[in-house]
């Protein structure tokens, strides 16, 4: 049989200065990739609103990143690794069969349609995520390594939601819409005609600005220990989470680390309430209670009034007055509690019903 030559798969990326519509996307992934202890990034929106090609434009952004995929069906000692006892019982050596996790070190870990993931293997995920290190345990044998990437999770809210808990745990989170404007769509798909027409030009035209925003993320980087947040910035940090009405403090720490990070992407001296601001959304979208204040705006107050507040189904919502109950529609009695469409009880007549008499005899 004449063996069959394979062509090579291209593997060209789409540059990440070449994304269009796509702003605070692009912000959330710098952010990350300059501190990965803040919990990576949750990209949530439609099929074919570019999360996977952000995210693998974000690892060729970066020198000599990897990007590793968690498959969907990936089991935890595939994800984490694990430990081969017998070469320990043998001479003493502890041997680690590396995981994804240690693959992604120094890069990025890509998981798509996170939320379809089993709930014990995202924990264990969004754990290595923000310590940055990995303990793989068997038998009363345990071993820890460097796990230092950029974790970035996306998922279809049509096809289910992450637990609260998890949601919690991602650092920025980002939702993606489709582009409601005629020019914002025309202009997406031209820069992916162009590419596909014609890689290696996109690729070279966006060669300058790429090599601009590489140098910066790493200087950012450098310069990340050395910033510092005022009491102002910390004070006015935990009053956008008050506000958000979010549970712990995870939220605080987010903003402050995304704001550091920030401040160094902008070569700042220090943190300013400004950086604050401008990551205070990426913070607390995923986070904000039903009775918060709404989305957290240049000086994080609540919505002007006016606009239209989504209803909240925990707290009693006025009744008008009811024909049958006769009172009016300040009565605490007559709010209904959770069904805040629910009408109150009216009273039925009752029939009387007659004896049908005894069952009759069973025939011999």
Do not use: C
């Amino acid at each position: 049989m004449t063996p069959v030559s394979l062509a090579p798969v291209p593997t060209t990326t789409f540059p990440f200065t070449a994304l269009v519509g796509h702003e605070a996307l692009q912000r959330a992934l710098l952010l990350a990739a300059i501190d990965p202890g803040m919990g990576g990034v949750l990209i949530s929106g439609p099929r074919g609103t570019a999360k996977s090609t952000s995210a693998r434009a974000l690892a060729a952004l970066l020198p000599d990143a990897p990007f590793v995929t968690l498959p969907l069906a990936a089991s935890l000692e595939q994800l984490v690794g694990t430990l081969n006892i017998e070469d320990v019982l043998r001479d003493g050596q502890v041997r680690l069969a590396p995981g994804l996790v240690a693959r992604a070190h120094g890069g990025v870990l890509y998981v798509d349609e996170v939320n379809l993931l089993p709930d014990a293997l995202v924990d264990s995920l969004l754990d290595v995520a923000a310590s940055g290190v990995n303990t793989v345990e068997r038998d009363g044998v345990s071993h820890q390594h460097a796990a230092r990437f950029v974790l970035v999770g996306t998922m279809n809210p049509e096809e289910g939601e992450l637990r609260p808990q998890l949601l919690d745990r991602f650092g920025l989170s980002v939702a993606l819409h489709n582009p409601a404007d005629a020019g914002t769509r025309q202009a997406i798909v031209r820069a992916r005609l162009a590419f596909e027409a014609d890689p290696a030009a996109v690729v070279a035209r966006h060669a300058a600005a790429q090599a601009v925003l590489v140098a910066s993320v790493v200087r950012a980087r450098a310069a990340l220990a050395g910033l510092e947040w005022s009491d102002a910035v910390v004070q006015h940090a935990a009053g956008l989470a008050l506000a958000a009405g979010v549970d712990g403090i995870r939220a605080d720490l987010v903003m402050l680390r995304a704001a550091r990070a920030l401040a160094a992407l902008d070569q700042q001296t220090g943190v300013r309430v400004e950086h604050v601001d401008a990551v205070a959304e990426l913070a607390l979208a995923h986070r904000r209670g039903e009775n918060s204040a709404g989305p957290a705006g240049a000086a994080g107050t609540a919505p002007p009034s006016g606009a239209a507040q989504p209803p909240s189904l925990s707290s009693p919502s006025p009744s008008k007055p009811s024909p049958a109950s006769g009172q009016g529609a300040g009565s605490a009695q007559d709010a209904p509690e959770g069904d805040w469409g629910a009408l109150p009880p009216e009273p039925q007549a009752m029939a009387r019903v007659r004896s049908t008499g005894a069952w009759p005899p069973k025939k011999a």
